[in-house]
């Protein structure tokens, strides 16, 4: 079983380069959500969603656009990269939005804004 | 709004020691969770223990145990018999009312062998 699946694990872009991040889930997860993680600081939420075709914004949503068009995947896409999006993005689900249960996350993508 | 501090950026400790990381949160609320994740240099986000704040016992886990002081607003992680293995950033995270995760900065748990 995969659980959450995010590619690529690592990329580097030009400031002004667009790209998606993949992240998809197999167990069939109600709620998925996007966080940055940067040195010194604990996981930022950027995006989430409830449910297909439901997203609303995290703390840090400035810069990055999601849609959830099927249950298993939720794509963050960064229009126009900046060096200040440089950081590590992780993906996570869990079942519903109110669920108590923890969230899975996926292993992360290294993203570099040069 | 809800805050969470881990004090300690770095901590060591000798293999087969005991080590205890400390996190404090800022809160309003009464009922809400506390959760300890590792992230080992694979940057795996791994769950290690849970606290639900209406209960009184303390979460344990194996060699994993935590010491939940709800009046102080404490939260902190002992690790029993330290294991080279358990190096790796450490997160205390807590979930209120609006049932998403608010996070520490991290403890970067270091292991002497």
């Known amino acids: 079983n995969a659980g959450v699946t995010q590619t690529p694990k690592f990329q580097v872009l030009k400031t002004g380069q667009s790209m998606t991040l993949q992240c998809a889930q197999d167990m069939n997860h109600e709620y998925m959500s996007w966080y940055r993680q940067d040195p010194g600081m604990g996981l930022r939420l950027i995006h989430y969603s409830v449910g297909a075709g439901i997203t609303d914004q995290g703390e840090v949503p400035n810069g990055y656009n999601v849609s959830r068009s099927t249950t298993e995947d939720f794509p963050l896409r960064l229009l126009s990269a900046a060096p200040s999006q440089t950081s590590v993005y992780f993906c996570?689900?869990?079942?519903?939005?109110?669920?108590?249960?923890?969230?899975?996350f996926g292993d992360g993508t290294r993203l570099s804004i040069l | 709004a809800q805050t969470v501090t881990q004090s300690q950026p770095e901590m060591s400790v000798q293999e087969a020691e005991t080590v205890t990381l400390s996190c404090t949160y800022d809160?309003?609320?009464?009922?809400?969770?506390l959760f300890w994740y590792k992230q080992p240099p694979s940057r795996q986000m791994i769950l290690v223990i849970r606290q639900e704040a209406y209960k009184q016992q303390n979460a344990t886990e194996n060699r994993f145990s935590v010491n939940f002081q709800k009046a102080a607003k404490s939260f902190s992680l002992k690790i029993s018999d330290s294991q080279l293995g358990d190096a790796a950033m450490y997160f205390c995270a807590y979930k209120g009312s609006n049932y998403q995760l608010i996070w520490g900065a991290g403890t970067k748990l270091i292991i002497k062998p």
């Open positions: 996570a689900s869990k079942q519903g939005f109110y669920s108590n249960q923890p969230q899975h």
């Open positions: 809160t309003s609320e009464s009922d809400y969770y």
